[in-house]
């Protein structure tokens, strides 16, 4: 059925139901003048789909097996042979001087290291939908005060507009993962921060989290901002992080960030 062996080592489960995949693709709704990315298409399930809608279309695969044998079946495909964790996203936007829309069936072992990936370049980018591991999906849109609130509820609510789209089952893939899956589709807000305040949210958020069972305070204590004083921040220390609005991490942050640089010359990062 499939010319390429699924590798574990990269994490490929190949989409093999037409209806699902048409399902997918609807929801992403590819139009003629779109900047279309899709990472790691695999066998080019979604690929084909997409293709029948769109010609322009930006493939980023980092097997070399798959990458030839899509060369072969879209002759006229855009193929980057390289690691989508790796590029520099502006060379897509300079081309076309649009912003991307971003598609794929990603590796469920990366899906923390890509959405972090967009969210660096959230200037540049409409929307992404993604297929992800269902419970990894849940926590993306988790509410405050739940269990599954975390660290990426908290930066996606932040930096997007989040629906999760539908759950998908095991079934549907080759070979069959352990697990459900789910689409999600990210809206990308109007990009406000610049990077160093776009840093500086997210590792306050890291931090306020860093020790999820405890405090604020004793969570602060432990993180890169242990030197500062955050009783006047307006914030109750007191509280753990999952009790904690996306506003109050927004305060946190532009304090964190004020009497940082008070403390320490170090560049945020």
């Known amino acids: 059925m499939y010319k390429i062996k699924p590798l574990k080592r990269f994490g490929q489960h190949y989409l093999r139901d037409p209806n699902i995949i048409k399902k997918i693709v609807d929801e992403i709704n ?74 794929g069936n990603i590796p469920y072992y990366l899906t923390s290291s890509i959405i972090f990936k967009l969210i660096d370049y959230s200037n540049i980018i409409e929307d992404s939908m993604l297929m992800v591991q269902y419970e990894v999906a849940k926590r993306m849109t988790a509410k405050k005060g739940t269990k599954d609130y975390g660290i990426l509820a908290v930066l996606l609510q932040h930096f997007t507009n989040i629906k999760l789209c539908f759950k998908i089952s095991p079934n549907v893939f080759y070979p069959k993962p352990k697990v459900y899956s789910a689409v999600v589709h990210l809206y990308f807000k109007e990009d406000f921060y610049d990077d160093k305040n776009k840093k500086s949210f997210i590792m306050t958020v890291k931090a306020a989290f860093g020790n999820r069972r405890k405090t604020l305070k004793n969570s602060l204590s432990n993180s890169i901002f242990k030197e500062i004083d955050f009783s006047d921040s307006g914030i109750d220390l007191t509280l753990r992080a999952e009790q904690l609005g996306l506003n109050d991490f927004i305060t946190l942050s532009n304090f964190a960030q004020k009497h940082f640089r008070q403390v320490s010359n170090s560049t945020i990062k």
């Open 30 to 103: 590819p139009q003629q003048d779109d900047n279309l990315v899709e990472i790691g298409p695999g066998s080019g399930s979604l690929t084909s789909e997409i293709l029948k809608r769109t010609e322009k279309l930006t493939a980023v695969e980092i097997d070399k097996r798959v990458a030839e044998h899509l060369s072969e079946t879209f002759p006229n495909l855009k193929l980057i042979r390289d690691d989508f964790i790796k590029l520099d996203l502006n060379q897509f936007y300079q081309g076309e001087n649009k912003k991307l829309r971003i598609i």
